[in-house]
T-cell receptor, first 110, second 109 residues
Framework: EAQVTQNPRYLITVTGKKLTVTCSQN?????MSWYRQDPGLGLRQIYYSMNVEVTDKGDVPEGYKVSRKEKRNFPLILESPSPNQTSLYFC?????????FGPGTRLTVL | GQNIDQPTEMTATEGAIVQINCTYQTSGFNGLFWYQQHAGEAPTFLSYNVLDGLEEKGRFSSFLSRSKGYSYLLLKELQMKDSASYLCVQSSNNNDMRFGAGTRLTVKP
């Protein structure tokens, strides 16, 4: 089954404790992206990647890092999480425009 | 958000037709997507317009006017399951994606 998976689905953590949210797709898509969704603001793009070893900043990259060492995986790294990074995070991949989204990761930073 | 404007909320009756409008900035425009998102779930693709005109797909249609920076999503024969948020999304020449804040549609019996 073609899909995008994210882990964990839910995470509660504390300020400053490094964390990684994994994202994996099995559709051989070149384009992958991370978004955060907050009430009233819609989805905002954090980082995106056009292919292996190619990453670019989206609208809200501060406080986040990504890597794209292989085509299927695109992890999101929070080196020192802060409460304002509490949000719902979505990973997505696409080949020709239409994006396929993962199920979302709800992160709470205390 | 991000210079993509769409109404925050709309209400319509089961069986009716509803049109959700979206305006965006025309500079760097590459294409216009519509996604549906049920509460707590991931967005799912509905339509994509890159040329002017109407794209019809079953009960859903999407229209684009590139010169006006305007699009709409038309939902016909509304069903209760169509209650969801509808996201207008602009893709730009530099491959970034900008989402509107979404229009929350409530379908009433």
């Amino acid at each position: 089954e073609a899909q995008v998976t994210q882990n964990p689905r839910y995470l509660i953590t504390v300020t400053g404790k490094k964390l990684t949210v994994t994202c994996s797709q099995n559709m051989n898509h070149e384009y992958m992206s991370w978004y955060r969704q907050d009430p009233g603001l819609g989805l905002r793009q954090i980082y995106y990647s056009m292919n292996v070893e190619v990453t670019d900043k989206g609208d809200v990259p501060e406080g986040y890092k990504v890597s794209r060492k292989e085509k299927r995986n695109f992890p999101l790294i929070l080196e020192s999480p802060s409460p304002n990074q509490t949000s719902l995070y979505f990973c997505a991949s696409s080949l020709l425009g239409e994006q396929f989204f993962g199920p979302g990761t709800r992160l709470t930073v205390l | 958000g991000q210079n993509i404007d769409q109404p925050t909320e709309m209400t319509a009756t089961e069986g009716a037709i509803v049109q959700i409008n979206c305006t965006y900035q025309t500079s760097g425009f590459n294409g216009l997507f519509w996604y549906q998102q049920h509460a707590g779930e991931a967005p799912t693709f509905l339509s994509y317009n890159v040329l002017d005109g109407l794209e019809e797909k079953g009960r859903f249609s999407s229209f684009l006017s590139r010169s006006k920076g305007y699009s709409y999503l038309l939902l016909k024969e509304l069903q209760m399951k169509d209650s969801a948020s509808y996201l207008c999304v602009q893709s730009s020449n530099n491959n970034d994606m900008r989402f509107g804040a979404g229009t929350r549609l409530t379908v009433k019996p």
